[in-house]
């Protein structure tokens, strides 16, 4: 299974940027699909972008215009370019990874943004 480690969050004022990066240990595997969920503990998990092998990208309305998702299939890895944040971003983002043939899906331990209003 595929190890994923984000790396980027912090903390930002309202209309900063962040670029989160999502790193995977194997490569061994040709991943498939890859993006990024949020989650505030105790909340409901939400997409907020998803990427094809080859980069197709669809993203969530909310994020629509402001948050870009790229990939490295060289490097192994995954990037969200996020513009023009506001505090309703605040939260906890995680990559994830599927590899196509078994259907099997890795998750990162995820990386924390702030934005303060």
């Known amino acids: 299974q595929v190890q994923l480690v984000e790396s980027g969050g912090g903390l930002v004022q309202a209309g900063g940027s962040l670029r989160l990066s999502c790193v995977a240990s194997?490569?061994?595997?040709?991943?498939?699909?890859m993006g990024w969920y949020r989650q505030t503990p105790g909340k409901q998990r939400n997409l907020v972008a998803v990427?094809?092998?080859?980069?197709?990208?669809h993203d969530v309305d909310s994020v629509k215009g402001r948050f870009a998702i790229s990939r490295d299939n060289a490097k192994n890895a995954v990037y969200l370019e996020m513009k023009n944040l506001t505090p309703e971003d605040t939260t906890i983002y995680s990559c994830?990874?599927?590899?196509?043939?078994?259907?099997?899906?890795?998750w990162g331990q995820g990386t924390r943004v702030t934005v303060s209003s």
């Open positions: 994830y990874a599927v590899d196509p043939l078994s259907g099997l899906t890795s």
């Open positions: 194997e490569t061994s595997i040709n991943i498939g699909v």
């Open positions: 990427i094809s092998r080859g980069a197709l990208t």
